[in-house]
């Protein structure tokens, strides 16, 4: 399902693909837009450069598993692990490493399975942290979220250090409250039993892979589009946010992974900066037919439980100042993802 243009896109960062020499890899979330990304992009890496790595890719549908990757799980090391996250990890030799994505992050989870998504990002990141305590695992790459940082009303861009006030009485609160905790569970477990660990802070990572019916804004309006109809808003579309190409996204991963000092690198790219009205248009105008037009509904109308307050803008110094330049403008990004359905359709 990857495209050789992401491929391209991943390995054109200055990654130390020496890092993975003689290693086993654990994936989890292997099915999901950023799982399957590291999967293939470690995949390619490794018959590039004969690094003789094994990589263990984790997801709860063994069936899923077989459509994303498909000749890819003929390849001698690639292996396959069919399990839910919350439950104890199982894997007999090492695991050197481990890319822990897996976890509900979307307003449909948020909204109709708050409790399973709060339980499932905190058992899962105890159960990858259990592992790599059992396996004495290298080092341990998190996948955490913008939302940790709260509620942000100063202009200047969050820095790593920073921290706002975030509201836990709440739903909604399950789960930026449980990334916060699972970054607390990361700090625990090296601190008492010196598992190395860093954390990428992500802000609208997309890419194909997504699902189209998760309830982000993106995905509805992408939705609209193959379905040729008008994209609908929810509010004045005035909000403003960064969306970041996934394959840029796993390049910084893997950046921070194999030359990060830091424990926590932010990844957005600053370049794709639109408000959601304007995304809106742009999206809209990606109908070759030119169907679909932007209209505005009231908030009345409004189900799903969307964060309550306006998310700040991440400060990328610190990833870009070990090699990180993103490199796929908005127009593109959005194009590739429509594309990438369209393919899968025959449309």
Known sequence: MVEQRD????????????????????????????????????????????????????ARNGKKLERVFGESLKLPNVHTLVQDITGPIRWDGAVHYIFHTAGAASPMDFTNEPVDTLWG????????????????SEKVLYVSTVEIYGEWKREEGIREDDMGALHCDGA???????????????ASYEAQ????????????????????????AFSEFLRNVIKGEDIVLQSDGSAVRTYTYVADAIGGMLLAFTKGREHYYNIANLDNLISIRDLAELIAGLDARGRVKVRYASQEGQKLQYLPFKLG??????????GWHPQVGLEDAFRYTLESFQQRSGS
């Open 313 to 322: 803008i991440m400060n990328v110094d610190r990833i870009m100042g070990i």
């Open 172 to 186: 909604r609160a399950c789960y930026p409250e449980a990334k916060r905790m699972c970054e607390t569970m990361l």
């Open 193 to 216: 039993y010196g598992i190395p660990y860093v954390g990428v802070r992500l802000c609208h990572t997309f890419g194909p892979g997504i699902s189209l019916e998760d309830g982000r």
């Open 7 to 58: 491929i391209d896109i991943i390995m054109n960062n200055p990654i130390d693909w020496e890092r993975f020499r003689n290693k086993t890899v654990l994936v989890t979330g292997a099915t999901g837009r950023l799982g399957m990304y590291l999967v293939e992009a470690v995949s390619k890496a490794d018959i590039d450069w004969n690094l003789n790595v094994t990589i263990i890719a984790l």
């Open 121 to 136: 990002h905190l058992q899962g990141t105890r159960n990858v942290l259990e592992l790599a305590k059992e396996k004495k």
